[in-house]
């Protein structure tokens, strides 16, 4: 009942005419401005890159919020959605042109800027940034199609443009094609394809419920572009076959991701029982197909790494590899007690 009066509302709310040319000028670079636009859309492209390569390679949420918020990759998306609509094959190809340069651009210059940068400061098994955008899954795809409808629904009203920003954080685009770069300038092949689904199941997302909402509020009825009726329905055909291939992808990651964890439940509870009775602490368990990386807290030199290693692989009944990260302890007391 709910979903029905939601159609309804946006059926009703339909596209303004006297809107039209504004949001066409805002999504389409054509016309007296396209150099303008294209100069804009690089300039900003190439400096969220930056921002978002760092700030994922710092592991720092606040820095790749903001360059979600400056990337403009969901113009040339949105772009394609409206174009699907409307059944304009012109607009369409050269909405996905700039999509397809802004996708490659991003990688290269990620791949770039982390050759430039120590190794020894990237971790793949500790860095949050990384992780949370390597593994993928249904949710993933969820709040994507929310976050399209959204965007396709504040473009087409003028009143609720400054939603906007609020939907570029919730659908990340650049941050995952930064992690691409990243993970392809390292050899990180398993991470990059991960990153990159996300991408795509952001971008088959964003088209699919941009389509649908574009088309619910009239979009292809008030265009003064000629429509081809076929092409709007071969382009929808595709992007549904596009989502369906994503859901498949999608089940399989999440059982992998489903298996990560329990791993790592696996890997915490034997590692706890082993550091209970000496002088470390087990302070953090990281577990990534069969990549283990625990931090312990306390002073010393660890011993027996080797039965450690023996008790896990017997647990979890695979060969694992295991790097321990020690922080030394340091305690004030008062009265004052250096130890």
Known sequence: MLFDDLLRYIRVNRFDPEYLPKFESQLFFEGEKRTQQLTNFTVLLLLSTIISTYGVISDSTATVIGAMII???MTPIMATA???T????DRMLKALFVVIAGVVSVVVLSMILTLITPESTISFATNTQIIARTSP???DLIIALAAG????????RSEILDSLPGVAIAISLV????????SLALGQWNNANGAFLLFITNFIAILLSGTIVFGLMGLQTLSNIESNGKVRKKATEFIMIGTIIIIILLVFTSYGVF?????KLIVNSVAQKWFENTQFKLDRVQSFHSEIDLTIIGEGNVSNIEGLGKAIEKKLGNPVHITIHRIPEKKFLYPIQDF
């Open 71 to 73: 990337a403009p990759l």
């Open 137 to 139: 899954g249904i949710y």
């Open 86 to 89: 409307i059944g304009s094959v």
């Open 259 to 263: 298996q990560s964890e329990k791993e």
């Open 175 to 182: 941050p995952p094609l930064s992690v691409v770069g990243i």
């Open 149 to 156: 409808a959204a965007g396709a629904y504040a473009l087409g």
């Open 82 to 84: 409206a174009a699907v």
